[in-house]
């Protein structure tokens, strides 16, 4: 059974930056794309960034591009999301996501597990 849990949450002023972690458990992920998606209140799940476990390049959603950074950390099966110059445009539930797949996909439909989400709050 995949497991994703989703950690380092929290509230921040604008400018300010959080790094999130996704520890996945459950089988081997060494052929899995892993996601970051980012739901706001009244508006639907969007891609934020993924990242292949093999390596090769990260793909990101032009909002976050160049101020995200997604990375892995195979030995811990972690993910990470580094969140860098927050805005309040930026506030939402980030949802980890993970789908057995040789390519790097950005739609939610796409993606077979999920983890339950943090909360991100960036305030003026």
């Known amino acids: 059974q995949v497991q994703l849990v989703e950690s380092g949450g929290g509230s921040v002023q604008t400018g300010g930056s959080l790094r999130l972690a996704c520890a996945a458990s459950?089988?081997?992920?060494?052929?899995?794309?892993m996601g970051w998606f980012r739901q706001a209140p009244g508006k639907e799940r969007e891609f934020v960034a993924a990242?292949?476990?093999?390596?090769?390049?990260?793909y990101y959603a032009g909002s976050v591009k160049g101020r995200f950074t997604i990375s892995r950390d195979i030995a811990k099966n972690v993910v990470y999301l580094q969140m860098d110059r927050l805005q309040p445009e930026d506030t939402a539930v980030y949802y980890c996501?993970?789908?057995?797949?040789?390519?790097?996909?950005?739609?939610?439909?796409?993606?077979?597990?999920w983890g339950q989400g943090t909360q991100v709050t960036v305030s003026s």
């Open positions: 990242i292949s476990w093999r390596g090769g390049s990260p």
């Open positions: 459950g089988r081997t992920f060494r052929s899995y794309v």
């Open positions: 996501a993970a789908t057995n797949t040789d390519l790097v996909v950005f739609r939610r439909s796409e993606y077979d597990y």
